[in-house]
């Protein structure tokens, strides 16, 4: 630990990456949002997903090598759904993301869900004005705050911290007590991003900066653009060179002209508003990775289901699948004996639909539940869905492939019950796999409960499958033999073969495990033979 604190202490300080969340239901209908907690729209949405311009927020930090180390946000969705774009196609899901009141948008008191232009006709636009950009004065209290101080998303929160309406120097001032944790990870040599709001984001400029009372107006973060800050040993903002692209009053520099923004968000207006239904169209999803073992198998698969399963309906092309195990007499091979093999991954679902279905009634056996009282501590586990590892009965293990579509809808179906049956929740574990992320991400969204700490740990992570990884099931009985497969798959004490440290599935060569993973022992003697050979 002592060797651990010197070369913390050693390490520049990280960067701090600023980034505004894309544009909201409310914020695109011109209305006061503050701390409703409205989503994203699919234009904003689009800001994190499709631009081919290299303005995205995650492909501009690739671009520009940046490395973010832990993500802060605020405690509504639209800020949580932009981070978790970001981290999607940065590829690092498994980064620790912090989500803090001390982040959400300014409160804008009774002004909020009411629309700009006519609240403007209603009290004038200069007093609307001085509202929304004077720093002192506050809007119009919240009558009603029963319904905020009974919302679960401010739970720790004491009564005098839950706000009725805020200033713009009220939004500020709430954002000190979390600069110095943010400044905490920077002097450790971290690289920080806080994905927020626009008045939470100038609150930090104003505190980095020291910008003065009337400055700080002048001060705006446009959305979907990184603002990076870069410190000295004594954590005052680095000055940028004079060609940098910065904005007046701040040390901070744009990671693309922001004009470049608007005019790519301008064609997606434009789209929408000349392909009528765009705007509600669902968005694809990200690209799934695919290995070249599964991309193969995949493709056989399909063969196998275009040669059992033909479109055309004529008997002449539809093959019986007992001609196939069987032979029908025009010179294929005659199979015999128990050729049944290995189970494979839907074949084992399938048993388990069935011993399911064979239980008795919920009536039957509702006499010896226990039923759960409302204030009751409540542990729930949840598989993660199906992937496409799973389908072809690949060992995964710590191979991190993606949810397949069938276990995205696994995973949306079980925050479905889940909330259907009220459940609340606290505080979610999961592991560092993408596909347990995914699912966790999946029940939350499903369950309206994004808002909830997220804790990633690799001793949540699959049992690692050793040399096995990556291989078909099938793959391995062939090189070891089914009997020897079947110990090292249901065996509880037997290990299989261990994975080569030149293999990329050997932990010790997984960048992001050798960075950020501080408790997970690496073969040091493994890594220094291998040194001497090098």
């Known amino acids: 630990n002592v060797a651990k604190r010197t070369i913390e202490r050693k390490k520049p300080p990280g960067n701090l990456i600023l980034v505004r969340g894309g544009e909201s239901d409310f914020s695109k209908n011109f209305t006061f949002t503050g701390w409703l907690d409205s989503a994203l729209t699919p234009a904003g949405l689009l800001q994190f997903h499709v631009f081919s311009l290299e303005i995205v927020v995650a492909r501009l930090l690739l671009e520009s090598g940046y490395e973010p180390d832990v993500i802060y946000t605020s405690r509504l969705k639209r800020a949580i759904k932009s981070a978790w774009a970001i981290v999607q196609e940065i590829n690092a899901p498994f980064l620790p993301m912090y989500k803090s009141w001390r982040l959400n948008e300014r409160h804008y008191g009774a002004l909020q869900g009411l629309c700009k232009k006519e609240t403007a006709q209603m009290f004038g636009s200069n007093v609307v004005q001085a509202w929304r950009r004077s720093l002192y004065a506050r809007p119009p ?13 401010v739970s720790g929160l004491l009564p005098e911290q839950i706000p009725r309406g805020e200033s713009l120097q009220d939004c500020m001032r709430r954002t000190e007590p979390l600069w110095k944790l943010i400044k905490r990870d920077i002097l450790k040599g971290k690289n920080v991003i806080v994905v927020a709001h626009a008045n939470t984001l100038r609150g930090l400029a104003k505190i980095i900066d020291g910008v003065g009372d009337k400055e700080i107006a002048e ?24 060609n940098a692209l910065t904005q007046i009053h701040t040390s901070g520099q744009f990671l693309e002209k922001p004009g470049l923004l608007k005019v790519a968000m301008d064609s997606v207006k434009e789209w929408e508003r000349s392909v009528p239904g ?27 289901l275009m040669y059992l399963y033909p479109d055309s309906g004529s008997q ?12 029908n007499n025009d010179g294929e091979v005659m199979l015999s004996g128990n050729h049944k093999g290995l189970e494979t991954e ?12 064979s239980l008795k009634p919920a009536e039957d056996v509702s006499a010896n539940m226990y039923e759960a009282q409302p204030n009751d501590p409540v542990v729930v586990f949840i598989r993660h869905g199906r992937t496409p590892h799973n389908k072809l009965a690949l060992f995964t293990g710590w191979e991190d492939p993606p949810l397949a579509i069938e276990g995205e809808e696994d995973a949306k179906w079980a925050g479905r019950l889940l909330r259907k049956h009220g459940f609340e929740f606290d505080v979610v574990y999961t592991s560092w796999l993408y596909r347990a992320i995914q ?16 804790i990633k740990s690799w001793r949540l992570n699959e049992r690692h499958y050793g040399d096995l990884t990556g291989k078909s099931k099938k793959m391995a009985a062939n090189i070891h033999g089914e009997a020897q497969l079947k110990k090292w798959r249901k065996g509880y004490k037997v290990r299989p073969p261990p994975v080569s440290s030149y293999s990329f599935h050997y932990p010790g060569n997984d ?16 890594t220094f033979c291998r040194s001497i050979e090098d």
């Open 141 to 153: 209290p919240l009558k009603d705050s029963v319904s905020l101080i009974n919302d679960r998303k």
């Open 219 to 242: 001060v705006s973060f446009p959305k979907g653009i990184p603002v990076v800050y870069k410190f000295d040993k004594q954590m005052e903002p680095v000055k940028p060179s004079d």
């Open 278 to 304: 765009t705007a509600d169209l669902e968005l694809p999803n990200f690209a799934r990775r695919m290995t070249t073992v599964e991309n193969a198998l995949l493709k056989l698969k399909e063969e196998k």
């Open 316 to 327: 002449e092309n539809n093959a019986d699948e007992d001609d196939i195990n069987r032979g």
């Open 346 to 357: 839907d074949e084992e679902e399938e048993r388990f639909e069935a011993i399911s279905n």
């Open 439 to 454: 699912t966790a991400w999946f029940v939350l969204e499903e369950m309206d409960q994004l808002w909830l700490p997220m």
């Open 511 to 526: 960048k992001r495990r050798v960075k950020h993973v501080k408790d997970l022992r690496i073969s040091f003697t493994e």
